[in-house]
Structures are given as structure tokens and as C-alpha cells.
């Protein structure tokens, strides 16, 4: 929507707002003015401000700042320099605070009241802003923000509430028409200084210098998408990783792809982590926020979330299985486990031998008897050997063991 087109829908707005009160005026006894200018002398040149509608009555000052969008609803805190309003198909559009705008308006009107020889005391001052066609439902506000903001059609209900409400010091009818005069003084609406100023304002010209804008989106240049960058660096990393495996075993492998994937996951986490620190630690937003992330990008995060959990879960059973075989192979350094024909303690006896004689029924029974399982003990080296047996018409494989101690000899046997 242009400017002008914004303009009428909220001269729109304003005259249905002019038109509530008008009913409720001689009801509540107030009296209104409608777009009162505002200004006052800084050393940076005039400040403004368009009032849409100050109304004065026994508590003192309501100015009413009038917003219209039209079937939205509204997202915002008191603390958010923007709120959003939502409308029915996804479109979203950010606006300037209006809590925080009709606040300003306020100040510039008792300083413009101070400057011409009026002080009025803050409580005396208040503000509303009232909503045209919008939900404010949603808002996140606290209970004295929330009496800031009005949808036109609770408007009777909070004159009404403001109406009852007990002041200790009301004011007289003169004292209103006292203060309804010093309004009047105080509108700056036909001055052509202050009208060129404040129109200057609003097209965004602040003390005869156009103020920058930001680049827009649409005209940054187009960036790589991250994505994209991360799926090269994780094929780098595993292209040179794979190579240095290259005289690894297959278990070897597959631990390293699964502790990489582990690696890039806790990587993008402290990107994330970062990105969360820089937005904590920037000032606050002054543009809209940023979309939500495509259905691509939440499919890769899940995708990411799963590879994690599975290469943590592969790691375990990984390093479970090294350790069961690690239980079964001989220390290292044991020339005596290192093989069934070497010298024990000096001694020239073999292990098989000694197999041999204590077993002479096993001879060529025994599968595989050059390569037994060798295992240290604290009492020497225990060789076990498989050999098949029948039994009850049934081979069944069944072991032998024999454990020789540090001098060769036979120091145990079990079959």
C-alpha cells in the first residue's frame, strides 16, 4: 500500500474515532480537538508531532493516537520497538510501536506547553491508542500497558471507566476550559514552518539531509547458501579422512564418518550458538523479522538430529565390540602368546606337544591346531583348541585347554 493509499484508509479510521467520541461527549462531558501539530525548538531544528485527537475532562489530558489495519491481528510486547499485524494468508507487515509513539507525542506536547509558559503535571497527561478493524487479543502486555490500548468498539466502555474514576483533585469546568485554551495555543497547525517540518518528517527528512536507507534485500547481492558451503566442507573433510584410513580396517572406517558427522553437528551448534549471542547482544530490531525457515531447511536440521543420534549410538556399539575383542587377543609384548611354536621361558617344548601328550586321543581332531586361542593369565599362558566329539550319535564341538607356566611348564589342564 502507498502513502497515499495508507493516508485515506487512516483518515478513514480517524473519523470513525472523531465520530465514537462526538456520540460520547455530551454524555462524559469532555471536550475534543482533532489533529492538533505540536512543536518545539531543538538544537537540531523542530520536533513535531500530529496529535489525532486530545481530549480534556476532570482527570486532564487523553491524547488518542488512532491506528487502522484492517482484518490483522496484532503481535508485539510494550518492549518491542515494532509489533507486527498479521493478516489472514500469511502476509505479515511491521509497524512503529504505537505505545512508544503516542509516548513521544506526550512529551513533545508538555514540553510545547512548558515552552509557553504551562506546566502540566505528568499524571494530569495520559495516553490511548485506539485500533480500527484490528484483534488485540494477542498482545503481550502487562495490565498498565494493556489500559493503553483500545479497540473502537471498547472505546464507550473505557470513557466510561475514565469517567468514573475518583480523582482527588478534579478539575472544574473552568479549569478544563482553561486547559482546553492552552491546547489551542499550543497547535502549531497553521504555521507553515511547523507544517513543512513535520511533513519533511514523515517523508524522512531529518534537518534538510535525506536519512539513508538500508539496503533492502531484494538488492544485496546474492549470497551462497549455507547449505550448500556445508556440504562441500563435510565431502572435503571426509574425502581426506577416508584416505588416511586407507590402512585401517573397515571398523576403523566407519568410526571415523560417524565421530565426523558428530564433529560438523556440534560445529553448526556453535554457529547457531554464536548467531544467538550476536542477536542478544545487537540492539534491538528496527526491521522486520526474519522469515521462518523453509520446509528444506527444517528437513536438513532433522536429517542433521538424526545422523547425530545414530552416529552416537554407532560409536558405542563400535567401541563395545573393540573391547570385547581386545579381551580376547594377547597383550602385547607377550613372545610367548605371539605364537604356538615359540619358546617358553627358554624351554624348547611346544604348546601342541604338550597337547599331544597329555591328550593322545585328539590327534587329528583338532580344528585348526597350528593357530589355538592364547590368552595371559597370572598363572602363565592358557592355549585353547576346538575339536569335534561325538555324542549320542551327534558332533558336537567341544574345547581343550592347557596352561603353561613361565618355565614351560604344564601347570594346568581343561578339557
Given at each position: 500500500?502507498?502513502?497515499?493509499?495508507a493516508?485515506?484508509?487512516?483518515?478513514?479510521?480517524?473519523?470513525?474515532?472523531?465520530?465514537?467520541l462526538?456520540k460520547?461527549?455530551?454524555?462524559?462531558?469532555?471536550?475534543?480537538?482533532?489533529?492538533?501539530?505540536v512543536?518545539?525548538?531543538?538544537?537540531?531544528?523542530?520536533?513535531?508531532?500530529?496529535?489525532?485527537?486530545v481530549?480534556v475532562?476532570?482527570?486532564?489530558i487523553?491524547?488518542?493516537?488512532?491506528?487502522a489495519?484492517r482484518?490483522?491481528?496484532?503481535r508485539?510486547?510494550?518492549?518491542?520497538?515494532?509489533?507486527?499485524?498479521?493478516?489472514?494468508?500469511?502476509?505479515?507487515?511491521?509497524?512503529?510501536?504505537?505505545?512508544q509513539?503516542?509516548d513521544?507525542?506526550?512529551?513533545?506536547?508538555r514540553?510545547?506547553?512548558?515552552?509557553a509558559?504551562?506546566e502540566?503535571?505528568?499524571?494530569?497527561?495520559?495516553?490511548?491508542?485506539?485500533?480500527?478493524?484490528?484483534?488485540?487479543?494477542?498482545?503481550?502486555?502487562?495490565s498498565?500497558?494493556?489500559?493503553?490500548v483500545?479497540?473502537?468498539?471498547?472505546?464507550?466502555?473505557?470513557?466510561?471507566?475514565?469517567?468514573?474514576?475518583?480523582?482527588?483533585h478534579?478539575l472544574?469546568?473552568d479549569?478544563?476550559?482553561a486547559?482546553?485554551?492552552?491546547?489551542?495555543?499550543?497547535?502549531r497547525?497553521?504555521?507553515?514552518?511547523?507544517?513543512?517540518?513535520?511533513?519533511?518528517?514523515?517523508?524522512?527528512?531529518?534537518?534538510?539531509?535525506t536519512?539513508a536507507?538500508?539496503?533492502?534485500?531484494?538488492?544485496?547481492?546474492p549470497?551462497?547458501?549455507?547449505?550448500?558451503?556445508?556440504?562441500?566442507?563435510l565431502?572435503?573433510?571426509?574425502?581426506?579422512a577416508?584416505?588416511?584410513?586407507?590402512?585401517?580396517?573397515?571398523?576403523?572406517?566407519?568410526?571415523?564418518?560417524?565421530l565426523?558427522i558428530?564433529?560438523?553437528?556440534?560445529?553448526?551448534?556453535?554457529?547457531?550458538?554464536r548467531r544467538?549471542?550476536?542477536r542478544?547482544s545487537?540492539p534491538?530490531?528496527?526491521?522486520?523479522?526474519?522469515?521462518?525457515?523453509?520446509?528444506?531447511?527444517r528437513?536438513v536440521?532433522?536429517?542433521?538430529?538424526?545422523?547425530?543420534?545414530?552416529?552416537?549410538?554407532g560409536?558405542?556399539l563400535?567401541?563395545?565390540?573393540?573391547?570385547l575383542?581386545?579381551?580376547?587377543?594377547?597383550?602385547?609384548?607377550d613372545?610367548?602368546?605371539?605364537?604356538p611354536?615359540?619358546?617358553?621361558?627358554?624351554?624348547?617344548?611346544a604348546?601342541?606337544?604338550?597337547?599331544?601328550?597329555?591328550?593322545?586321543?585328539?590327534?587329528?581332531r583338532i580344528?585348526?591346531?597350528?593357530?589355538?586361542?592364547v590368552v595371559?593369565?597370572?598363572?602363565g599362558?592358557?592355549?585353547?583348541?576346538e575339536?569335534?566329539?561325538?555324542?549320542?550319535?551327534?558332533s558336537?564341538?567341544?574345547r581343550?585347554?592347557?596352561?603353561?607356566?613361565?618355565?614351560?611348564?604344564?601347570?594346568?589342564?581343561?578339557?
Amino acid at each position: 500500500m502507498d502513502y497515499e493509499a495508507a493516508r485515506m484508509v487512516g483518515d478513514s479510521a480517524e473519523l470513525k474515532v472523531a465520530a465514537t467520541l462526538s456520540k460520547l461527549e455530551s454524555e462524559y462531558g469532555f471536550r475534543v480537538l482533532h489533529d492538533v501539530l505540536v512543536a518545539r525548538e531543538t538544537p537540531r531544528g523542530l520536533v513535531t508531532a500530529q496529535l489525532d485527537h486530545v481530549l480534556v475532562d476532570q482527570i486532564g489530558i487523553l491524547v488518542l493516537e488512532t491506528k487502522a489495519r484492517r482484518g490483522a491481528m496484532l503481535r508485539g510486547t510494550f518492549a518491542d520497538r515494532r509489533w507486527t499485524a498479521c493478516y489472514p494468508g500469511g502476509r505479515n507487515e511491521p509497524f512503529q510501536n504505537p505505545l512508544q509513539q503516542n509516548d513521544q507525542h506526550l512529551v513533545v506536547l508538555r514540553q510545547a506547553m512548558a515552552d509557553a509558559g504551562h506546566e502540566i503535571p505528568l499524571d494530569r497527561v495520559r495516553g490511548l491508542v485506539v485500533f480500527v478493524g484490528a484483534d488485540t487479543s494477542r498482545l503481550e502486555l502487562d495490565s498498565i500497558s494493556a489500559a493503553r490500548v483500545s479497540e473502537i468498539s471498547e472505546l464507550p466502555d473505557r470513557m466510561a471507566v475514565r469517567h468514573n474514576f475518583m480523582s482527588q483533585h478534579p478539575l472544574s469546568p473552568d479549569d478544563q476550559s482553561a486547559l482546553v485554551k492552552i491546547v489551542t495555543e499550543v497547535d502549531r497547525s497553521a504555521d507553515p514552518k511547523v507544517i513543512e517540518a513535520h511533513a519533511n518528517h514523515r517523508a524522512g527528512v531529518d534537518g534538510g539531509r535525506t536519512r539513508a536507507k538500508q539496503p533492502s534485500r531484494a538488492t544485496e547481492a546474492p549470497r551462497t547458501s549455507r547449505l550448500v558451503k556445508l556440504l562441500v566442507l563435510l565431502a572435503a573433510i571426509l574425502a581426506a579422512a577416508w584416505a588416511a584410513a586407507a590402512f585401517l580396517g573397515d571398523s576403523a572406517k566407519l568410526f571415523l564418518l560417524l565421530l565426523l558427522i558428530v564433529s560438523l553437528s556440534a560445529l553448526g551448534g556453535n554457529e547457531r550458538t554464536r548467531r544467538r549471542r550476536r542477536r542478544s547482544s545487537a540492539p534491538l530490531r528496527t526491521t522486520p523479522p526474519a522469515p521462518a525457515a523453509s520446509l528444506g531447511r527444517r528437513l536438513v536440521a532433522s536429517l542433521m538430529s538424526v545422523l547425530l543420534t545414530l552416529a552416537l549410538i554407532g560409536g558405542l556399539l563400535i567401541g563395545m565390540n573393540w573391547w570385547l575383542r581386545s579381551m580376547s587377543k594377547p597383550l602385547s609384548g607377550d613372545s610367548t602368546a605371539s605364537s604356538p611354536y615359540s619358546a617358553v621361558g627358554g624351554s624348547a617344548a611346544a604348546p601342541i606337544g604338550l597337547l599331544y601328550e597329555s591328550f593322545p586321543d585328539l590327534q587329528g581332531r583338532i580344528v585348526n591346531v597350528n593357530e589355538p586361542i592364547v590368552v595371559s593369565t597370572p598363572m602363565g599362558t592358557t592355549y585353547t583348541w576346538e575339536y569335534w566329539a561325538s555324542q549320542g550319535g551327534v558332533s558336537v564341538e567341544k574345547r581343550v585347554s592347557l596352561t603353561v607356566d613361565g618355565s614351560g611348564n604344564l601347570v594346568g589342564v581343561e578339557r
